[in-house]
């Protein structure tokens, strides 16, 4: 299958980058865990998945007809989010399966600069692709410019507190410069490395934000519907519709159960209940389908100047499986 040759050959560029760091002390093992879990490159996945390690492959071809110049861009992609993973875990400290809670801080600290780095070199193998080596600088300035904006949106919801919750306007900025950035950037690369057509660039970068903002919600929806995002008080946006909407009874036990203190962590079921009683569950999917339906209108546009986007298509088909890390 079409995109089984393309996983296969993203992941050799991801171990042949891999292979640089020195296998001692077991470092490259533990570079490699955060790089095969869901939705990274390494990982199995599953057929409910949506390929996103793959984007900036589907926007080169599409616009090209060819993916392999997007090869090290996708695995310096890859690193670079497995190293926001694991800089996530040591600064959220909520996670009992990370690196950071097995191994300790210092360690998994030194493993997510280790892929940093790696982002570094991968790209680097733009050279190996053919790619001149003036769009290899751009396209390492826009990668580094992306995880940048993707930095400051962290540092703002670190800034953030369950006890404060968030207006919905400032935790639409954070998720779009935290997590949609990073999809922004995927396609972006993708359509540097095809083009040079500045107009159709600016457009799936378009694309890609409201992509990326429609993977976010689904993920917040997902996350309070199995209630792993409420015991974890994580202020997402069903949580932050339901403290805007809500009054009395409903809003203290709101109010209560994210408090520092709470016992919540035991039964996340009371929450839920009530996210879906007063609409907080429908009104997310409703925004969640209006990025959606914004990346669909972008994409039509772009089609309109002659690519072929029937494969980037896949990542706007609804499913409840289909959720960012």
């Not at 507190?161 to 993708?190: H, N, R, T, V």
């Not at 929806?221 to 009874?249: E, H, S, V, W």
């Not at 009371?270 to 569950?281: E, H, N, S, W």
């Not at 969640?288 to 990346?295: D, K, L, N, S, T």
Request: hydrophobic share 40%; with cysteine.
């Amino acid at each position: 299958m079409w995109q089984e040759k393309q996983a296969e050959l993203l992941k050799d560029e991801i171990e042949t980058v891999l292979a640089a760091l020195p296998d001692m002390g077991g470092l490259r093992d533990l570079a490699r865990e955060p790089l095969t879990e869901a939705r990274r490159g390494l990982s199995e996945g599953s057929a409910h998945d949506r390929p996103w390690p793959l984007l900036p492959l589907m926007v080169c071809e599409s616009i090209s007809g060819r993916y392999e110049p997007a090869v090290p861009a996708a695995a310096s992609v890859q690193f670079l989010m497995a190293a926001c993973d694991v800089f996530d875990d040591v600064e959220d400290a909520d996670s009992p399966d990370s690196l950071s809670a097995r191994y300790g801080l210092a360690v998994a600290t030194n493993v997510a600069t280790a892929l940093l780095f790696l982002g570094e070199k991968a790209i680097m193998r733009l050279n190996k692709r053919g790619v001149d080596t003036d769009v290899i600088v751009h396209v390492t300035d826009v990668l580094n410019s992306f995880y940048t904006i993707a930095c400051t949106g962290q540092h703002l919801d670190l800034l953030s507190s369950p006890e404060a919750p968030l207006s919905e306007e400032d935790y639409l900025q954070i998720i779009s410069m935290k997590s949609a950035s990073q999809i922004e950037c995927a396609c972006q690369l993708g359509a540097l490395l095809a083009t040079q057509n500045k107009k159709l660039v600016d457009t799936l970068s378009v694309f890609g934000q409201n992509l990326g903002m429609a993977a976010q919600i689904t993920n917040d929806i997902q996350g309070a519907i199995y209630g792993n995002d409420i015991t974890r008080r994580k202020m997402t946006l069903p949580i932050i519709y339901a403290f805007a909407q809500t009054d009395g009874k409903v809003r203290s036990q709101l109010e209560l159960s994210y408090q520092a203190q709470s016992e919540l962590k035991t039964d996340p079921t009371p929450i839920r209940d009530v996210l879906f009683q007063i609409g907080a569950i429908h009104y997310a999917t409703t925004k969640m389908q209006f990025y959606r339906q914004r990346a669909s209108d972008v994409i039509s546009k772009a089609e309109g100047a002659g690519a072929n986007f029937d494969w980037v298509r896949l990542f706007l088909e609804e499913d409840t499986h289909d959720t960012l890390q």
